[in-house]
């Protein structure tokens, strides 16, 4: 027996404004609880909501983004619903006539790519936070509370766990190059639910639909909606019903389990909110958002690969984030060679990045210098080796490459040696018994030569030069 | 000495106080006065601020001496008790409220204090403005100064009791189907309700959202336009507040030009009480003798007013009274074992029946199944009535109708059954579903002595016309010169 | 078509009210009578009636500038369920959220 899997997902992304949706708390984190709360969004008696400008535009950014069609009239409508992190007993949200709807993404397929059809976007508010203490009672912060969401809802395209992932993936990637959202799903600013439903292949009617909620990873999407499917599937396969409910995924166990009491289907009583109008935007100030929007991932993706010539890996890591790619093609810029650039970069900036725990993008090392280093790679007037020893002095200054390959001739391939010229004539005088060795055969004594020029250097000066010179000398 | 004082308009108080003849301490010590005098009888207040108003009329008159005075310094003002006023109780007669002291304050008690107002106190009214007959409220009735067996109106029940009996010079309400209209008229006294969005509703207690104005209660037409604008104005933190020009009141003392002036057919109904009718109809002659022509015209869809009013607006109200539930504010029981029960709970002792009633009604309203029958079909019905006024102003300037269908009625009267308070709204609650500005004026005395109302509605945003007519009226008759003898204390 | 006592009681749920059977009993009666004037707009034909018009000038927004929060005198001025500046509430059984 086949069975189909249909996945949706739902994903709510907190914006990154500087206030909240409907009042001007800022969003900034603090530590302290219900610092960064007003009567507004505490839900006092006699206040009212404002719309935030950002919020708009943001949520309009993300939206061409996704190809959507922006409604120029969009109404925001209250979702009636009791619970302690919701002070006004509804939540502003959009229900009718949402700010966007249509739009795709493109996901990567072994045919291509798969087509994932979005049904909308609209902006709403976030609810407070809880924090259940050990005896009976539940803590309230609603410094969230009122923070500017935008929820997009995909049609049900969706067949796999794995498939699902790199649907979040790729709206996380491109909201994050937008910079209208952090995304991170740890820190709860990234969020997503699934609804799954399993159907016989070839049936038409749709399978029980269960929603999946409290992913807060990526891994645990897929954990979640594989063991769900699997799940579902034992059921229809024991001739068994599967349930219409929502369920949290376990982390622990892996499993999922139906939420208890749960109120199956909530009657949310919307209308369109009368405290404020209907969210009017003209076309011009859609066209200058537009206008405005940083180019989208795919798009880098394909003109690195054909403009750059890099490989799909070097591409991806490269376009991770969109201060990383900006970094890459400002050394570009500034003259480095792409590939050489990339290799380096994936290379010991990489590693540098690593081991001190920062974005590549905020590599110490500016784009000029960095572009000068990389030239002086290209121009092969230094090694890879001396390059890296270079890099490890530019950290330190601020001078250029070229400057401390200047001050520091042993870096250098070609160019003024004369002072390591001259060591190594010494050196090989005073090891005439190795060289006799050499010239009769035992070509091994090179490396010996080597050690005795390296020592009397102490490790200052490139084995790769020294032994450019020492083999010369030798030929000689 | 009180009561002359008492008796003053804000007109003629700033007068008297510019110019050193009286002094705000005075005036305001005489208003103290007469609220110790009238409030165990009228029971108007809720909350009265005896210190907080001798010490700023003090700083009042020192404004004056230096001329630094604003249009309002040193005036004595009460507000109804559902407009927030910062670090004083609001309450809005409701025992959910009983304790709220609100940390912010709102856009009409801000704009007062900027003008140099001195707060006597809160006044009492129906539970957050639920209600015709201030019957409704967590500290016991008002009382009707013309006989305190009766209904003095409402929800602004206690504003207009006390601007009658002159236990404040002038006072802020609220109307969202009738408020400050029916008992204005039930009290003899002016009540304005302002174009909905003319005044800024931040500070006004949610009822419902669409419909809610704030505006006052006044002895004359020109205190209402002194007030209307003192408070209107666009405000950016009511996305609904209107972005115009503030009404023009300067020329209104002139005699009014000539009006064309509209009677509907659909209000001189069988429910319109005899006395009531007749005092209408002569103020209706008194108006074409002094100039304005009349015609009849038609509001077809009135009818349906009622009906199409009482769904949206406990609908909006169902949403707007769940954010009570004893956590951040208001009452709170906290007995109980988890979330669900601590607001069943709270809001069960918080709230009493009429506010529990609309709740009821606006929830089923808005619920599955029903969204389309109730809550859609009002807001379309809504539409029509709203074109049905805007055709009635293509050919005339100002509609007039009785204010209410009859005069106060007694305590008890309308308690038993649930819908004859309601049907008593139908001339007040058009105009607002239609957004539209209106006035209640006195326009006589029934045989018991009970005034009687006269109300004019205006084009939307048309205050000042609206205004003229009603002060030219006012002008020309002496029903407002009559007050009510409220017994004294002793 | 009129209300029953269960969709009464459903309702209450909704709103977050509780009654005794006999106040239950009352209510719907109360509601009955209302609903019945209520039907009344059953009459009108509003099929053709557009919704309100909305207005075509864009909607002004709110500038993106933080302004200063409640002190934490201020936020729980109203209550005295507060523990470490957090309010309280009994335990939540329907988790929304596991933990946070």
Not at chain 1, 320 to 347: H, K, T
Request: aromatic residues 8%.
């Amino acid at each position: 027996m086949q069975y189909e899997v249909i996945i949706g997902l739902e994903i709510h992304a907190q914006l990154k404004t500087q206030t909240k949706m409907f009042c001007a708390d800022s969003t900034d984190h603090s530590e302290i609880p219900n610092s960064r709360t007003c009567p507004i969004c505490l839900g006092m008696p006699g206040t009212l909501p404002t719309i935030n400008k950002q919020a708009v535009e943001y949520a309009i950014r993300a939206a061409l983004a996704f190809n959507c069609k922006i409604n120029n009239t969009s109404v925001f409508a209250r979702k009636n619903y009791f619970y302690p992190d919701l002070p006004k007993g509804y939540q502003i949200s959009q229900y009718d006539k949402p700010l966007a709807e249509g739009g795709y993404i493109d996901l990567p397929h072994e045919n291509g790519s798969k087509r994932i059809d979005l049904e909308r976007i609209h902006l709403e508010e976030d609810a407070g936070k809880s924090i259940h203490n050990n005896g009976d009672t539940t803590l309230l912060n609603y410094n969230r509370c009122g923070v500017p969401l935008i929820e997009i809802v995909s049609m049900p395209q969706l067949s796999s766990g794995q498939e699902a992932v790199q649907y979040l993936k790729k709206i996380r990637q491109t909201l994050i190059y937008l910079d209208v959202c952090d995304g991170n799903m740890e820190l709860g600013n990234f969020r997503c639910d699934a609804n799954i439903s399993v159907r016989v292949a070839g049936q038409a009617e749709l399978g029980a639909k269960v929603e999946l909620k409290n992913i807060n990873s990526f891994r645990f999407v897929k954990k979640g909606i594989d063991f769900e499917i699997r799940r579902q599937t034992k059921l229809l396969e024991n001739g068994q019903t599967v349930q219409i409910q929502t369920r949290l995924f376990d982390s622990k166990t892996g499993q999922t389990y139906a939420m208890r009491n749960k109120e199956q289907s909530s009657d949310y009583r919307y209308f369109p909110e009368p405290d404020l109008l209907p969210l009017v935007i003209e076309d011009n100030f859609i066209a200058e958002i537009k206008t405005s929007l940083p180019e989208l991932p795919e798009q880098k993706y394909t003109r690195f690969i054909e403009n750059y010539k890099l490989s799909k890996n070097q591409a991806t890591m490269l376009m991770e984030n969109r201060q990383c790619a900006g970094y890459f093609e400002s050394c570009v810029a500034m003259g480095a060679d792409p590939i050489i650039l990339a290799n380096w970069i994936q290379g010991p900036v990489a590693n540098y990045a690593n081991v001190n725990n920062i974005e590549i993008a905020n590599f110490p090392i500016s784009a000029p210098r960095l572009a000068g280093l990389i030239q002086c790679l290209e121009q092969k007037k230094i090694t890879r080796v001396s390059a890296k020893a270079i890099m490890e002095k530019m950290l330190k200054n601020y001078m250029t490459a070229q400057q401390i390959l200047d001050v520091n001739p042993q870096y250098s391939l070609s160019g003024d040696t004369e002072k390591l010229q001259k060591l190594i004539t010494h050196v090989m005088e005073n090891s005439s018994d190795l060289i006799y060795k050499y010239h009769n055969g035992n070509k091994k004594v090179f490396g010996a030569i080597m050690g005795r020029i390296m020592q009397e250097t102490k490790g200052q000066s490139d084995p790769e030069v020294i032994s450019r010179i020492l083999q010369q000398k030798l030929d000689d | 000495m009180v009561d002359n004082l008492s008796y003053l308009t804000i007109a003629k108080a700033v007068s008297l106080l510019k110019s050193k003849k009286l002094s705000s301490v005075e005036l305001t010590g005489a208003y103290l006065e007469k609220i110790k005098l009238s409030q165990p009888i009228l029971n108007s207040y809720i909350t009265i601020l005896e210190q907080e108003a001798l010490v700023k009329a003090q700083i009042a008159d020192e404004k004056y001496s230096k001329g630094t005075n604003g249009i309002l310094e040193g005036i004595p003002l009460a507000l109804k008790d559902n407009l927030i006023t910062q670090n004083i109780r609001t309450t809005c007669a409701s025992k959910m409220l009983n304790n709220f002291v609100p940390p912010y304050d709102g856009d009409t008690s801000a704009k007062l204090k900027q003008h140099g107002a001195v707060l006597l106190g809160k006044l009492n009214m129906d539970e957050f403005g639920m209600g015709s007959s201030n019957e409704h409220s967590f500290f016991g009735p008002a009382k009707n100064p013309f006989d305190t067996s009766r209904s003095p109106g409402g929800s602004s029940g206690g504003a207009a009791s006390a601007v009658a009996s002159s236990s404040c010079m002038a006072a802020l309400a609220t109307d969202t189907g009738g408020s400050i209209r029916q008992p204005a008229s039930f009290c003899g006294v002016v009540g304005l309700r302002p174009t909905y969005g003319r005044v800024s509703r931040y500070g006004l207690v949610a009822f419902a959202s669409s419909l809610d104005q704030t505006g006052p209660i006044c002895k004359s037409v020109e205190d209402c336009a002194i007030l209307l604008d003192a408070i209107s104005g666009y405000d950016k933190k009511d996305a609904t507040s209107v972005n115009i020009a503030k009404a023009d009141i300067s020329e209104i003392s002139q005699n009014s030009a000539p009006l064309k002036i509209g009677i509907p057919d659909q209000y001189l109904s069988d429910d319109l009480d005899q006395e009531v009718g007749e005092s209408v109809e002569s103020a209706i002659r008194h108006l074409e003798k002094a100039g304005h022509s009349i015609q009849r015209i038609s509001l077809p869809h009135s009818k349906y007013a009622i009906a199409a009013y009482y769904i949206i607006v406990s609908a909006e109200a169902s949403s707007n009274l769940a954010r009570y539930d004893g956590i951040r504010y208001g009452l709170n029981e906290e007995t109980a074992e988890n979330f669900d029960q601590l607001f069943k709970q709270n809001r069960n002792q918080g709230f009493g029946e009429e506010v529990k009633r609309r709740i009821m009604l606006g929830s089923y309203c808005l619920s599955a199944g029903y969204y389309d029958r109730y809550y859609s079909k009002a807001m379309k019905t809504r539409q029509l009535i709203t074109e049905d006024f805007n055709t009635a102003f293509n050919s005339v300037d100002i509609i007039v109708t009785p204010t209410s269908p009859t005069t106060a009625f007694k305590l008890q009267e309308k308690q038993k059954d649930v819908l004859s308070m309601y049907l008593a709204d139908v001339y007040t609650i058009p105009p607002n579903l239609a957004g539209l500005p209106s006035i209640s004026l006195p326009c006589g005395y029934d045989k018991k002595g009970l005034p009687i109302g006269l109300q004019m509605v205006g084009r939307a945003f048309d205050e000042s016309t609206l205004l003229s007519l009603a002060q030219d009226y006012e002008k020309k008759t002496k029903w407002h010169k009559k007050k009510p003898e409220v017994p004294d204390a002793v | 078509m009129t209300i029953s006592k269960v969709e009464t009681a459903k309702t209450a749920e909704l709103a977050k009210l509780s009654f005794s059977a006999s106040e239950l009993t009352a209510m719907t009666v109360e509601l009955k009578t209302i609903l019945s004037y209520m039907n009344k707009l059953d009459e009108l034909d509003t099929d053709t009636v557009s919704a309100k018009s909305i207005p075509d000038t864009p909607t002004v927004l709110r500038d993106d500038t933080p302004m200063r929060s409640l002190t934490p005198n201020q936020v729980f001025l109203n209550s005295e369920n507060m523990a470490q500046f957090h309010f309280i509430v009994p335990k939540v059984i329907d988790l929304k959220n596991e933990s946070e």
